[in-house]
């Protein structure tokens, strides 16, 4: 979870400082929960996850098969923040990718 949380404030370009004061909360906890695992309460996570845009399944399940890589989670976390236009963009481009790997 530590890295996951850090990881998605990092690439959201949050610093600890601003992060902090959007969740409500001091920079000092932030740096307990990013680097010493500190399990926050559940509203507090609740506010981590939803700022970032972290999908919390791999923290409720963690023996899931389905484990998404972090780099599938980065990309997740920047899907969700693309409109229509852009996701039909991008589409075109994966299946184009998906095609030239094919060959």
Do not use: C, W
Request: charged share 30%; glycine share 2%.
């Amino acid at each position: 979870m530590a890295q996951a949380i850090k990881s998605a404030r990092i690439e959201t370009g949050l610093s600890r400082n601003k992060f902090a004061d959007i969740v409500h909360i001091s920079p000092r906890y932030i740096a307990e929960i990013e680097n010493q695992a500190k399990a926050p309460s559940l509203k507090t996570f609740y506010d981590l996850v939803t700022v970032l845009d972290i999908p919390v399944e791999d923290f409720f399940f963690p023996d899931n098969d389905n484990k998404k890589s972090e780099i599938r989670l980065q990309l997740d976390n920047i899907l969700n923040k693309i409109d229509d236009d852009g996701l039909k963009i991008l589409k075109a481009a994966a299946k184009a990718i998906l095609d030239n790997q094919k060959q």
